[in-house]
């Protein structure tokens, strides 16, 4: 084989990987011509999802909020969250861990501690009381914070890993902060009264519906319970 003969074979299978590579450009050229993308990860919001609405995470909880309300804890899946969010499953579980994760989220979502506690400590001491019966009412009266609470709290007589978040929040993350916040003796006991209180007005005025309570006024039912509620958590 000559010299020439080797440098034209080279040549041609240079121009042959030449075309080749054109070829295989061509179509994806075309494709980002036309607008074309890859399709999303699965389980991910798509860039458009993300840019109009909420993120993924907030989805998931807004939606895992409504699961509870509409079927209780029992009959709400970590699969049937996932799909009320338009993400994968996959994607509660990275966020949340477990259903009780979800559950412990939404619960903090409804009451938001970091909004409460400034609400009910900012003030003199003799007006704690008021102030503690005045939001805990506000909060139920509302709507839409009053449908995932009932689902909450029925879920927490049936169930014990809802009653567990429940009381881990409500308790701990709550009523004993506002207790430790006066410095008074018995931060726990005293806690657990104002919220077995608080939970009996519930019980009666917006489960059970008992009259009068079912009726009143916010008002006038905050005027008779903040003395009670002053004491439990004040010691005065």
Do not use: C
């Not at 050229?29 to 919001?45: I, V």
């Not at 909020?65 to 009320?84: C, H, L, N």
């Not at 890993?161 to 004993?176: G, I, P, Q, S």
Request: hydrophobic share 45%; charged share 25%; proline share 7%.
């Amino acid at each position: 084989m000559t010299e020439e003969t080797t440098e034209a074979g080279g040549a041609a299978t240079e121009e042959a990987g030449a075309a080749g590579k054109a070829s295989a450009e061509e179509p994806a050229a075309g494709k980002a011509a036309a607008g074309e993308t890859a399709p999303p990860r699965r389980g991910r919001p798509s860039r458009k999802a993300a840019a109009d609405g909420p993120d993924a995470r907030t989805r998931i909880l807004e939606a895992a909020r409504t699961e509870f309300a509409e079927r209780g804890y029992d009959k709400t899946s970590v699969r049937g969250i996932a799909k009320a969010a338009g993400v994968d499953a996959a994607l509660v579980h990275h966020y949340f861990g477990t259903k009780d994760g979800v559950f412990a989220a939404a619960v903090e979502l409804t009451f938001e501690p970091a909004l409460v506690l400034p609400a009910v400590l900012d003030g003199p001491p003799e007006g704690l009381g008021e102030r503690l019966a005045a939001f805990f009412l506000s909060v139920w009266e509302d709507p839409g914070t009053r449908t995932p609470l009932l689902a909450i709290l029925r879920s927490a007589v049936t169930h014990e890993a809802a009653a567990n978040v429940l009381r881990d929040f409500v308790l701990r993350r709550l009523l004993e902060r506002i207790a430790a916040e006066l410095d008074v003796p018995d931060p726990t006991l005293r806690a657990e009264l104002a919220a077995s209180h608080m939970l009996g007005i519930v019980m009666l005025r917006y489960v059970v519906r008992a009259e009068p309570l079912a009726s009143a006024d916010p008002a006038e039912i905050v005027a008779m319970v903040a003395p009670t509620l002053q004491r439990y958590v004040a010691g005065r």
